[in-house]
């Protein structure tokens, strides 16, 4: 059964950069397409990025330009990297697996399974 753990969370200044990192175990994560979503308080959960086995990516429009999703198959991890990270950018992030693999997008309840989250927060 597939166990996705998120790494990589932190306090950073805005303009900083911050790399996330979701472990998968259980079973190879290019079984999946891997989404990374975020959730601030009182927000609704929000599609950031996802990637899918033939590494075809799609970002959401707050962060395209700035994150950047990449798959290590060796490592069975799934990375978001970060940069110009911006105070609106503070949220729970949590990667997300879903089948097929070959597809990809935004809608959460397509996920079957989750990590428990990593806290980013921006602020100086």
């Known amino acids: 059964q597939l166990r996705l753990v998120e790494s990589g969370g932190g306090l950073v200044q805005p303009g900083g950069s911050l790399r996330l990192s979701c472990a998968a175990s259980?079973?190879?994560?290019?079984?999946?397409?891997i989404g990374w979503f975020r959730q601030a308080p009182g927000k609704e959960r929000e599609g950031v990025s996802c990637?899918?086995?033939?590494?075809?990516?799609d970002y959401g429009t707050s962060v395209k330009g700035r994150f950047t999703i990449s798959r290590d198959t060796a490592k069975n991890t799934v990375y978001l990297q970060m940069s110009s990270l911006e105070p609106e950018d503070t949220a729970v992030y949590y990667c997300?697996?879903?089948?097929?693999?070959?597809?990809?997008?935004?809608?959460?309840?397509?996920?079957?399974?989750w990590g428990q989250g990593t806290q980013v927060t921006v602020s100086s």
């Open positions: 997300a697996a879903t089948v097929p693999a070959l597809a990809c997008g935004f809608r959460a309840r397509l996920y079957g399974s």
């Open positions: 990637i899918t086995r033939g590494d075809w990516t």
């Open positions: 259980g079973t190879p994560v290019d079984n999946y397409a």
